[in-house]
């Protein structure tokens, strides 16, 4: 089993900025081969990919983002925290959403390929 607990979220004006972060606990010795992404789910939407992180071999991973946070929002590991942490700069009205961090052995950017969620954390951006 893998655990999934997430921070940082609040609120913020349009522009602004927030940093979320996921701690994974668990098997940590092999979490490091997970791919642990971030999926958001606004009112009366369906969960959307917002960026994921996989794997490719040592302490490498790589990165993959919605077009819609492209240029916006940066995805990083540290796996001395076991942490994944989502930068997330210049916000949108429409980035207002529960934000969730998942992980997957495999890799996908659909929710349905993850096996493991976190509680998720609100952000909330004022126009």
């Known amino acids: 089993q893998v655990q999934l607990v997430e921070s940082g979220g609040g609120s913020v004006q349009t522009g602004g900025s927030l940093r979320l972060s996921c701690v994974a606990s668990?098997?940590?010795?092999?979490?490091?081969?997970?791919?642990i992404g971030w999926f958001r789910q606004a009112p009366g939407k369906e969960r959307e990919f917002v960026a994921t992180?996989?794997?490719?071999?040592?302490?490498?991973?790589?990165?993959y983002y919605a077009d819609s946070v492209k240029g916006r929002f940066t995805i990083f590991r540290d796996n001395a925290k076991n942490s994944v942490n989502l930068q997330m700069n210049s916000l949108k009205p429409e980035d207002t959403a529960v934000y969730y961090c998942?992980?997957?052995?495999?890799?996908?950017?659909?929710?349905?390929?993850?096996?493991?969620w976190g509680q998720g954390t609100q952000v909330t951006v004022a126009s």
């Open positions: 998942a992980a997957t052995p495999t890799y996908g950017q659909l929710a349905s390929q993850y096996d493991y």
């Open positions: 668990g098997r940590t010795a092999t979490v490091i081969r997970y791919a």
């Open positions: 992180t996989a794997w490719n071999g040592g302490n490498t991973y790589l990165a």
